[in-house]
């Protein structure tokens, strides 16, 4: 007689924008790079859904899509170079009338428990931009509070592995580094 092994349930979460935070930072070089001028972007506008199974955290899943023209800088500048720094960004870096959307779907996990509810989930997929798709991996730390899933870390990718020329803003003083560092501190809400 052979027993089977009994079923767990994995949880769905909704990802909740507005108690989430979700960044990218670039690294500016150039002249006004001396000026620590290293641009912070605010992504605002995104949806998705986990799953999670504290029993099989090894099963986590994520799939999130970001309105590319969400897309805010959130630094201390002049208007003039919000406006310009943010229709670069839209129009010659992102092409956000063609591409809308920013696309992240894991498709592997592997998971360590770091104490009650508390995990390090190391999630690999595919990160769709700009027309371009590649491999990324995601480490992040997960916590379960109730009904609540809180994941946060950071990772970081190159903007040439996506086609993005490298771009100058303010007259050629600011020219941004090819690698975009990502930080978030994502809420999902249980479904019921």
């Not at 920013?102 to 996990?109: K, Q």
């Amino acid at each position: 007689m052979i027993l089977a092994q009994p079923r767990t349930k994995t949880d769905q979460y909704l990802l909740d924008k507005s108690a989430s935070r979700f960044t990218v930072r670039a690294t500016a070089s150039g002249m006004l790079s001396a000026m620590g001028h290293n641009p912070t972007i605010a992504i605002r506008d995104f949806t998705g859904e986990a799953s999670f199974d504290p029993a099989a955290p090894e099963q986590a899943s994520v799939r999130m899509q970001i309105q590319a023209d969400s897309l805010e800088v959130t630094d201390e500048i002049s208007s003039k170079d919000r406006r310009e720094i943010e229709s670069t960004m839209r129009q010659k870096v992102l092409e956000t009338s063609t591409y809308p959307a920013i696309v992240f779907e894991s498709n592997r996990a592997s998971a360590d428990r770091l104490g009650e509810g508390r995990y390090r989930i190391a999630l690999n997929g595919d990160l769709s931009l700009r027309g371009v798709t590649r491999a990324l991996p995601v480490t992040a730390q997960v916590t379960l509070m109730g009904d609540m899933l809180r994941a946060s870390g950071d990772f970081s990718i190159l903007q040439s592995n996506f086609g993005i020329p490298a771009v100058s803003v303010a007259g050629g003083a600011l020219k941004l580094k090819d690698e975009l560092k990502f930080t978030f501190d994502i809420v999902a809400r249980k479904q019921e």
